[in-house]
């Protein structure tokens, strides 16, 4: 069976309440950042993204904000329902030699009933 | 349609084992990946193809062998199974080009099981 979730930070949340995911960068010359979820068994699914130029996106139900100068960005899912859980996770584009999609550890999101 | 399929889900076998993963995408992508994640769920990339052609080895073991028979096909060879090989693999594709804000559609993933 899986280990998984011991070692993977964890956020938990009641249901209808707002959710914020965290994550840190550490290139400040980074301009692109996207989140994915990934339900159970399932694989990432693009929510949303954001250019630097910007600190704020919103989509349905959910927010990122981006902030440059400490180098980190949220996501913000508001009133969360039980289909928010899953596992949260922020990537960055890489354009070396090609198109390269580097993903951070990942928040679990659980919702309490 | 599934837009990004692999087979099998699941795959349990015993080390020292050669096995493959199959993975198929009918959104006319021209470039695909292999990602690996951990029991930690950390996404690793292991392999890019852009019209079957290897443009991305990320320093995996040469008993991992992708292969892209065309552009909508990349199937992952693993010889010679350890136990570290046991993982989840996805597989992914996007469409061609360079653009930075574009987006990778994954697979469902295949759950690796070395014994």
């Known amino acids: 069976g899986e280990s998984v979730g011991l070692h993977l930070p964890t956020l938990s949340v009641q249901e209808g309440d707002n959710s914020i995911i965290n994550c840190a960068y550490s290139n400040s010359a980074s301009d692109y950042f996207i989140w994915y979820k990934q339900e159970s068994g399932k694989g990432p699914q693009f929510i949303i993204d954001?250019?630097?130029?910007?600190d704020k996106r919103q989509g349905q139900r959910v927010t990122v904000l981006l902030n440059k100068t400490v180098k980190h960005l949220s996501l913000q899912i508001a009133a969360t329902q039980p289909g928010d859980s899953a596992v949260y996770f922020c990537a960055e584009p890489r354009m070396d030699s090609s198109y390269k999609l580097i993903f951070g550890s990942g928040t679990r999101l659980l919702v309490r009933p | 349609d599934t837009a990004v399929s692999q087979t099998p889900k699941y795959l349990v076998t015993q080390m020292g084992n050669d096995k493959s993963i199959k993975c198929e995408q009918n959104l006319g992508h021209d470039t695909m990946y292999w990602y690996k994640q951990d029991s930690k769920k950390f996404l690793k990339i292991m392999f890019s193809y852009n019209n079957k052609e290897l443009i991305i080895n990320e320093t995996v073991p040469n008993r991992f062998s992708p292969k892209s028979p065309d552009k909508a096909h990349l199937n992952l060879h693993i010889n010679s199974l350890e136990l570290g090989d046991s993982a989840v693999y996805f597989c992914?594709?996007?469409?061609?080009?360079?653009?930075?804000?574009?987006?990778?559609?994954f697979g469902s993933g295949t759950q690796l099981s070395v014994l």
């Open positions: 954001i250019r630097s130029n910007m």
């Open positions: 992914a594709s996007k469409a061609r080009g360079y653009s930075i804000n574009e987006k990778l559609f």
